[in-house]
Structures are given as structure tokens and as C-alpha cells.
């Protein structure tokens, strides 16, 4: 007789329930042996829950590892990265200064981006110019062009016909070139507007492992739907860790409702 299922207290493979003498097995931690002999001739059993066990482990293992650092803020103390003027040449005229802006937004930098926001907004850039820039760039295997002409597709800016196949396209381009933000976005509309849970949370995964934020929330946010309260408390743990306040106070919340102990929201708040 086999025994199949998995529990604490008994050996999977002879059933002996001596508690001192049962060990897990170390790849999956699913079962438990009473000795070699025993885990030997279970193997071919439990070989496949085993196999799928230990690679799902090996999945959390990174996925709760990595990306904890927010890309814009400081590695030791995690407050954002100000931009020393003294340490800058200063632009000789506006034309010099707007490029300056753009190598940096095309470098990733959210703050140059902002900045460039408030040209375009003040009719210092013309839209023309914005869209052919970022599509010769776009050709030239640039991921933050293909992601930037991405949004103007998709909500059809500066002129340009609204047309969402394209705009995926790009940003599915740019995430094949490792652009997180285009796999933060592309993970958004899959779960939003096509309504494909699974496929948003392979991007949200990948986005958070390289320490966006705002994915790692989402993350929490599925498995508080799925009823999965641990994971999402491990989800919101390290958002909160990193400094966002929508995951401090889901964690919060959890906290209240009893999904979540205190020390989990106390770790969470000293950071």
C-alpha cells in the first residue's frame, strides 16, 4: 500500500507515523520519509509532483528574492537619487538642454521624462519632432523609444491614429529587449482590457523581479482574489519594504482582518 497523500506526520511510502524519524524530502518538502529505504521506493511516484514542486519553489525563491530595490532610489537608503546641478554641465541654449533631456528619458530616467512632459506642454517641442525621433530610434532597436512610441499609438497622441495592435507590438518588442515598464504595461492591458489574469501575471512577474513597484502591488492584489492571503502578504511585504504606500496599507488592511501578524506589518514599516 501506498500512501499518497501528503502529509506531516506520516512516512508517503510505508505510512509509519513516528514523528522523530520522519524526514522531508529535501527537493520539495511536500512529503515525508521514515528512511532511505523508503524514499527510495516512492520515488517513482512522487518523482513528478516532486519535479513541479521543487521548480515552483525554485519560482518563488526568485521571485520573493529579487527585484527589491526600486531603480530610482538609493541601494542603502532607499530614498530616491536627487540629481546634483553642481555635478552637471550646464546646457548652452534650449535646444542643447531638451537634448540632454531626451538621451536621459531614453535612458529610462522618469524625472527626464516629467521634464519633457513640461516642454511638450509649453510648446517648446514640436509633436512632429517627438514622434519621428522616437520612431528612427524605435527602428534602431532602442527599447524606451519603442515603449514611448507605444503610448502615443495606444492613447493616440501627438497626432498620430489610435491603433492598440501597434502599440502591443512595440511594447512587446521592448519587453523582449528586457524594458520593464513595457512588460508592466503590457501585463496591465492583458489583465484589464483582455481579461487574461494569467498571461498579465507572467509580465507582472518578470516586471517586479526587476524592482517595479507598482507590479509587485498588482501581484498582491491577484492573489488577495485568488484567496491566496500569504502569498499577497509576501507580495505587499516587499512593496512596502520598498517604499509604497498602497502595499503598506493593503498590508495594513490584511493586518486588521487577521491575514497578516503584526510583526509582518511592523518589518514592513521599519523598512
Known sequence: MKFNVASKDICSNCGKTEAAEL?????CRLVKYCSVDCQRAHRNQHKKACKQRAAELEHDRKLFGSGLVNKETCPVCFLKIPVDPTQQEKPKNDAEMIAGLQERADSGSAAAMYELGIKY???????????????????????????????????GEFGMPKNTDIALQLWNEAADLGHTESKFRLGAFYEEEDDDVDRAIVLYEEAAMEGHIVARYKLGCIEVEYGCSSRAVRHFAVGAKMGNDD???????????????????????DG
Not at 524526514?23 to 527537493?27: G, I, L, P, T
Not at 503598506?248 to 514599516?269: I, P, Q, V
Open 23 to 27: 524526514r522531508n524530502c529535501s527537493a
Open 121 to 155: 506642454a509649453l510648446g517648446m517641442i514640436h509633436e512632429e519632432d517627438y514622434v519621428s525621433r522616437k520612431q528612427n530610434r524605435s527602428d534602431e532597436g532602442d527599447a524606451p523609444s519603442k515603449f514611448q512610441l507605444g503610448i502615443v499609438y495606444m492613447d
Open 247 to 269: 502595499c503598506l496599507n493593503a498590508l495594513e488592511a490584511m493586518t486588521a482582518e487577521g491575514d497578516a501578524t503584526a510583526k509582518e506589518y511592523e518589518d514592513a514599516l
